[in-house]
């Protein structure tokens, strides 16, 4: 019988979206109907468990899962210990405390004694002791950025990605108690031969990050500065220098990282670099 992985994923949302986003561009397909809950792939040893989100650490933990894709706060959340296999970089958001807007924030102390609602009441509960603050936390399921408008909480504590929610709501982010990002997690009691296929499903999403976070590009450079945009242009190795028709030029080609890209693109046409072209990489294998 062939030894497959079983992933646990969201059902539905952004976490979904880009989760099965990113195992496309693995090259890792799915055969995903409508209100499908299992499914598998053609390409790939392995099948998808599509779950609630607030379901996958405990589905991973339980071993019914052996690896799962899920947001670092859900994680946090529901204090279970998964082996963090990669850090995936998407679905980034804060969980932060918020007041309205009214209110005069004079810091933590503000929360003593006050009503605060959340979905995250472990989370707030673990970071209030830390802090030595004693407040009155009072658990919603959804909707917590109306609390405060109804009379429910003084203050809340949700997610926060754009913050327009908030300000819809008059509310406005006083502290940030954690960030948080989208996390492949394992189980601790993997098989030889399914560990086998993580690192192997690794090492494409590690691929694909890669190409995400560079940009390949070219460029005409005269033949006496090529020195100066070489020490400029390091690339994996170093940048690739090919001779042109037009006599003392050469055109240079290197990968640079996409945080960078501006900054070292400014630089390169200060020092003469002309005919700049930016390319997008599909994968790259480091």
Known sequence: MET????????KGRLNEDSMKLLKEAGIKFNVGSGKLVASSPNFPI????????DIPQTVADDVADIGIVGENEMAEKGFELKIAKRLGFSKCRLSLAIPKAEEYTGLSFFEGKKVATSYPVILEKYFKEQGINS?????????EIAPGIGLADGIFDIVSSGSTLVANRLKEVEVVMKSEALLVAGANLSPEKQALLDEMLFRIESVMAANSNKYILMNVPNDKIDEIVKILPGMKSPTVLPLAEEGWSSVHSVIQEKKFWEIIGQLRAIGAEGLLVVPIEKMIL
């Not at 497959?4 to 059902?11: E, T, V, Y």
């Not at 099948?47 to 607030?54: I, Q």
């Not at 009155?136 to 917590?144: F, K, L, N, Q, T």
């Open 136 to 144: 009155e936390i009072h658990e919603i399921a959804g909707s917590v």
């Open 47 to 54: 099948e998808v468990l599509f779950l609630r989100d607030d």
């Open 4 to 11: 497959k992985l079983r992933i646990a994923l969201q059902k």
